[in-house]
């Protein structure tokens, strides 16, 4: 079973706006885990986009999506978000969810992705 599974990925317009959901239903607890973003475009390595942290919810951006992304998480709905606006065609890519427990340096556990793709 996989653990995480993403949503809400399509076409989307460049300079619009797309919400990407993760359903963590998958792993219990998920309150002790911290939680992330990632993406990874055709040809290239799967990049760190936003964390957000268990507990006191911080968020933290990579420098590419500072200001136009949005990361955020409802424990109690077993959900973590992904608000992207002002969108680029740089940011066509699958987009994944990972979770990584408290105790853990590396993510351990991670969605099969959802497309984004950005039209011009």
């Known amino acids: 079973q996989v653990p995480l599974i993403e949503s809400g990925g399509g076409v989307v317009q460049a300079g619009g706006s797309l919400s990407l959901s993760c359903d963590t239903s998958g792993l219990s607890e998920i309150e002790t885990y911290n939680m992330a973003w990632f993406r990874q475009a055709a040809g290239k390595e799967r990049v760190f986009l936003a964390s957000i942290t268990r507990n006191s919810g911080n968020p933290y951006y990579a420098d590419s999506v500072r200001g136009r992304f949005t990361i955020s998480r409802d424990d109690a709905k077993h959900t973590i978000w992904l608000q992207m606006s002002a969108v680029k065609s740089e940011d066509t890519a699958i987009y994944y969810c990972?979770?990584?427990?408290?105790?853990?340096?590396?993510?351990?556990?991670w969605g099969r992705g959802t497309r984004v793709t950005v039209s011009s």
């Open positions: 990972a979770a990584r427990p408290w105790t853990y340096d590396q993510y351990q556990y």
